[in-house]
């Protein structure tokens, strides 16, 4: 167990819809990290939270956003969902800025 | 661009028939390079960190070690227990950023 909570773990949902995804880091963890992972992309790196702000970008999409909150969890809002946008979503957590302690992730079916 | 490029793609092994597995890697400068461990539809899972090159660190039957430009995966005398996919990654040197990995290896041990 990392530590790291991630909440559903299953979502099954149409397309055109809207869902939220929730992570808890792990304890003291200021970093957030949420990651992408489909069968022929492997793990993509999306959105970085370090305590509340943004801290990088990486390939995500405008239909979705993240925030992290006061109490340091974070949520990643997905919109205008696609047959695409199906796959595992991860989240990390880090307190020491290198090591990254993944969540059990989230499974996404966009029918 | 950072690129990780990670061989094979899938291995086959007999229980007790020690391997390699290979990460080779292209970053400006290197923070530290990890292995994770992934087991089907889990969160990835830590092994280790490798900072500079001719490190060299151990647990249970496997050991990574790291050159300038790629890392190896030593399996030794695997158990099916130790199947898996391995991923590699890499991150930059100005620490508390994304990881870029790669695609991964699938390892099977067979009994």
């Known amino acids: 167990d990392s530590g790291v909570t991630q909440t559903p773990k299953h979502l099954i949902t149409a397309t055109g819809q809207r869902v939220t995804l929730r992570c808890s880091p792990r304890s003291g963890d200021l970093s957030v990290y949420w990651y992408q992972q489909s069968l022929d992309q492997g793990l993509q790196f999306l959105i970085q939270y370090y305590n509340g702000e943004e801290r990088a970008k990486g390939n995500i999409l405008e239909r979705f956003s993240a925030q992290q909150f006061p109490d340091l969890h974070s949520e990643l809002n997905l919109s205008s969902l696609e047959l695409g946008d199906s796959a595992l979503y991860f989240c990390?957590?880090?307190?020491?800025?290198?090591?990254?302690?993944f969540g059990p992730g989230t499974r996404l079916l966009v029918l | 661009e950072d690129q990780v490029t990670q061989s094979p793609e899938a291995l086959r092994l007999q229980e007790g028939e020690s391997s390699s597995l290979n990460c080779s890697y292209t970053v400006s400068g290197l923070r530290g390079l990890f292995w994770y461990r992934q087991d089907p539809g889990k969160g990835p899972e830590f092994l280790f960190t490798?900072?500079?090159a001719g490190e060299e660190k151990e647990k249970e039957r496997l050991k990574a070690t790291l050159t300038k430009k790629e890392s190896f995966l030593h399996i030794t005398a695997p158990k099916p227990e130790d199947s898996a996919t391995y991923l590699c990654a890499v991150q930059e040197v100005s620490g508390n950023t994304p990881l870029v990995f790669g695609k991964g290896t699938r390892l099977s041990v067979i009994a």
């Open positions: 990390a957590s880090s307190g020491n800025g290198e090591t990254q302690y």
């Open positions: 490798l900072y500079s």
